[in-house]
């Protein structure tokens, strides 16, 4: 089969013009004998549906390279193959039974032409049916039209009549649309199948990426189609950010724009101007809602909440319960639109308004499929909140029955970037692939097989690296070590981040030259540095760029509740734009790195 992949694109173009040529040509043919008269029924209507026709094939042609487009087409093409089964029946009942013939003179030829009945006689044709039939019973209905020397009104009711020729137009445009849409789905799909195996490579047993395509600035071939299953393929608006430098120009630009609806998963909020902006939406009557972890009622967080809820936010907290150790997220859903998924709490640190604060990342996406799937996942986690009364249940028993919140396979294509503002980077609409990584969801179950897949590089810029009795950690480490084994001049660098404290820095020092120096042989400054407090006040990133074309951003620390037992949200990205920018940033933080923790006076 891989001999014929290059006919693929042979085979779409072709099955879809020939569908789009059939479809015009079935709408301005002449009628056929055996069809009602032109003018019975008029041409207007099979022209209508031609065209109507033409359209729906384009929009099927340019679905072709959405990744998710082979489900949707087997779906399309199996729907109008049945209703153009049954759009073949009605047409040819309606013609068999409902289609009569009238007889003409012109010129001294006899011509024939078919006329659509209606579907009752009136009460006249009735009464001189009931009368010719007491003389000859096998009398007919074409013997009586032609005795009522084919009036039509002296037949039918006009109601019936009219009746009788929608059907008929209708099945007609059924016929064509669907027919002609069908055949070039069908095109589409065997064109599809014979690139697909064409693309896959002949020496592996690993099926070939379903993320492939011609128009994507990303190439996967060698990450695991499995991991990838479910994601998102995006071409819209997105910008990558970072804090300390421009977090909360994004933050306000986008909440500030909101019209309609802002919901928040968060895990700590004491951002006085981050307030204020969600104070301005609930007076333009947008809705907010927020579920955080909670906290104290004299904190400034809790009189931040107390407040917005005093003007109408909808405002749940959460504690320990037995599906989440800590509720950690940090992602921001505005009109069922923009989705923010970042490392960065909004808080004076996380979100700065000014120029120091901690170093994050984070990135928006315009998408109402993504949208629509983390509004969801909020309003799952608000339902189980109020659900439990946000209490604290110290348990060590987690609950694992619950129906996990994984990511189902979805696509969405919108317009293309919006201006750059600020210092965020602005991406124009290039091919993405996201996938949502959520903890306890798949977060464990999805990023090992990414990390293993890597052959050129890993960057891991984590706040700390905690590996504990689960092995969670574990298995992530082992994965990047993996690829490493795989792929022997995989680089692979990491910057971590210490407690400012001499003791307890010392101890982070130790313990790091002990689980990655001793067990991985990733050593002080050629693979580990700390982050310098140039940098940022604070390392509360966790971001992975994975060959610079993958990236990982949101919540999680790499420690075994991070990974396994907190709500933690995280984006899975395939975007080169998106990692060429986080690179320029651990780039930047790694030159002035530092081969031990920051100590406060030294």
Known sequence: MDDYGVLGPIVIHAGSLMATVGAL????????????????????????????????????????????????LIGLSIACAALTFFALIAYGLLVGVQTYYRETVKENVVVRQNVIGGFSLNVEAKEALRRAREQNPSLTIQELFKGAAYDVDKMWHRLSRSLAKQLFVISYIMLVSCGTVALASAAILVGLSMELHSATPPTTKQASSPLLSAESNVDLTNQPAQAWEGAFAITAPHVAYASPDNTWTVVRERLGEAQESISIGMYDFNAPYVAEILLQALGRKVRVSLVISRSSADSPEGRILDDLRKHGADIVEIGRTSRFDTYHPKVIVIDRKWTLVQSANLTLTGTPDQETGNRDTGVAIESKDLAEYFSGLLEEDKKYARETNGADRRTDEVDRTYAR???????????????????????????????????PDNYISVLPAVLAAARESIDLELQYIRPGGTNRVKELLDSVKQAQRQNPNLRIRIIVTAPPLAEVAAKELERYKEILGRLYDWHLDSHVRFLNPRSGRNLTNRMIIIDRKVSVVGSANWTEAGVSRNREVCLLVAARDVAEYFTKIFQADWNVGLKAPAIDGE
């Open 25 to 72: 040509a079935f709408g301005f043919k002449r009628r056929a004998r055996w069809e009602p008269s032109e003018e019975d029924i008029s041409l207007g209507p099979q022209r209508v549906a031609s065209l109507m026709s033409a359209v729906a094939v384009a929009v099927v042609w340019s679905t072709r390279r959405f990744p998710t487009s082979s489900g949707l």
């Open 405 to 439: 919140y994984i990511p189902i396979p979805r696509f969405e294509a919108l317009k293309a970037g919006f201006p750059g503002k600020g210092n965020e980077t602005t991406l124009t609409a290039s091919s993405m692939r996201v996938l949502p990584l959520l903890v």
